[in-house]
């Protein structure tokens, strides 16, 4: 005899793939790496295939309307025959309801030493089910200030991917 779902699966399946009215909180766990970091002074470029520094990240968001959160990013990076660097980036994204892609602003402190503030700008897409999405991301870091840094005089660009709850 054949075993049919009951209702309590079916209306488990139903929750999946309903759309959150206005999902008013999101979590992120995910992994990222730098693909290219360029110094400017003294003059080099470090590529992913010369120092691998992958990272663990976890973020939570506050949408304040629809299409527009502000998120707090918490990233462990690991690097090979070094300390690992802890960051905290606070910032915001904007979401456009009719594009298929996303963009970020972050400042991120560096708070293991040497501590630094840097600017990142992100853009991204998410695909899947409306509560459980995956997300794919590429971010661009410049410094502000601190450890001896200045505007600009570095360039540090990034992909992720990971996991985003709509809660």
């Known amino acids: ?3 049919f779902p009951t209702l309590g699966a079916a209306f488990a399946v139903a929750a ?3 759309a959150p009215a206005h999902a008013q909180f999101k979590i992120r766990a995910g992994a990222e790496t730098q693909i290219v970091q360029h110094v400017n002074n003294p003059d080099s470029t470090t590529w992913l295939t010369d120092q691998w520094r992958p990272s663990l990240v976890g973020m939570v968001g506050f949408s304040l309307i629809p299409w527009l ?5 918490l990233a462990q990076t690991f690097i090979k025959n070094s300390s690992n660097l802890t960051t905290v980036r606070l910032g915001a994204t904007l979401e456009p309801p009719v594009l298929p892609f996303y963009v970020r602003a972050a400042i991120p402190i560096q ?3 040497p501590v630094f503030t840097s600017m990142r700008a ?3 897409t ?3 089910v409306p509560v459980a999405k995956i997300y794919l991301e590429f971010d661009a870091d410049f410094p502000l200030s601190g450890n001896g840094h200045s505007f600009g005089d ?3 660009f990034s992909l992720g ?3 985003q709850l709509n809660l």
């Open 126 to 128: 998410t695909f899947g």
């Open 154 to 156: 570095q360039q540090t």
């Open 122 to 124: 992100g853009i991204g």
């Open 1 to 3: 005899m054949p075993k």
């Open 16 to 18: 999946l793939f309903a």
């Open 161 to 163: 991917g990971g996991l």
């Open 69 to 73: 959160s502000l998120d707090a990013e």
């Open 111 to 113: 708070v293991s030493d």
